[in-house]
């Protein structure tokens, strides 16, 4: 059976185009089995333990408050709706300013806003801790997700600032390294 040949102009049997699938096939194969993983520098590894250190960290931070804060709040007159709150203005503000910042990180550098970010996270955390010194019902409501909004705004510098980072150090690795940042660090 013929079949036309579109970049021949002319008909070429199946045989033809079967041996020539095939051969592109192996040239495929060829060329993925030669490609050679590089082994990752120092500064690849270090740069690596940090970014799952820092991001175990963060981690951390924010998985401790989950089993003491809805009591302290329930002291200060919260309702549980106000506690969810207090815990989803955290995300809801990562997932808002990760789209800005995106866009920012060309500008200011990735270095520069992964050093802010983590400023900020700091500095927020330790302020959450300072809650219960503030009086109760809906100020505290109030002091609480405006903290841990800023806190979700430097964690959202952050995380952007790492993936950028990741990026540009592991150009051909960058699904292995997300994986193992995350896995290692959360």
Known sequence: MNVP????????????????LQEACQNVDQNTSTTK???????????????????????ACFALQ????????EKKGASHTAIGMVFGAFSFVILISSLIFGKLIT??????????????VGNSTIMFGFM?????????VGMCIA?????????????????????????GEVGLVMVCRDGYGM
């Open 147 to 171: 903290v841990r909004s800023v806190e979700g705004l430097g964690c959202s510098m952050a995380i952007t600032a790492i993936s950028a980072i990741v990026a540009s150090l592991f150009p």
């Open 37 to 59: 993983k590089q082994k990752w520098n120092r500064v690849q590894k270090m740069t690596l333990m940090t970014l799952a250190l820092v991001n175990f960290s963060a981690s």
């Open 5 to 20: 040949d579109p970049l021949k102009g002319a008909t070429a049997t199946e045989d033809e185009t079967s041996r020539e």
């Open 66 to 73: 989950a089993p003491f804060f809805p009591r302290e709040a």
């Open 107 to 120: 500008r200011v550098g990735a270095k520069f806003m992964f050093c802010c970010g983590l400023f900020v």
């Open 132 to 140: 219960d010194l503030c009086p109760g019902g809906w100020v505290f």
